[in-house]
């Protein structure tokens, strides 16, 4: 399995972005693909999560803000990012539970990419 996260970059507070994580290996029927960040000091924690029947999940700092999408014949999953607060700020990281279970919770993913860093700053 390998996943590959990439679109990060600078970003002023309101503006937005869109991450993508291209999967590959995945063979699992029953999956979850989620985005996760880690700021500077603190815990990486779980942001959104998609599954593979297409439902998602949101962490209360991303609802109503970001949006989880897939692209199936892509194989590439899409976090979009609006109104962007300097709090977003952080290396951002796409990982896979085979198991089909997680929302997001970190601790459940079995395979991480290497992240994109996302700075929200005037």
């Known amino acids: 399995v390998r996943l590959q996260a990439f679109g990060g970059g600078l970003v002023q507070p309101g503006g937005s972005l869109r991450l993508s994580c291209a999967a590959s290996g995945v063979t699992s029927d029953y999956y979850v693909i989620g985005w996760f960040r880690q700021a500077q000091g603190k815990e990486r924690e779980g942001v959104s999560s998609?599954?593979?029947?297409?439902?998602?999940y949101y962490s209360d700092a991303a609802k109503g803000r970001f949006t989880i999408s897939r692209d199936e014949l892509k194989n590439t999953v899409y976090l979009q990012m609006n109104s962007l607060k300097p709090e977003d700020t952080g290396v951002y990281y796409c990982a896979t539970d085979l198991s089909g279970i997680a929302t997001i919770q970190p601790n459940l993913m079995d395979y991480w990419g290497k992240g994109t860093q996302v700075t929200v700053s005037s």
């Open positions: 998609i599954t593979s029947g297409g439902t998602a």
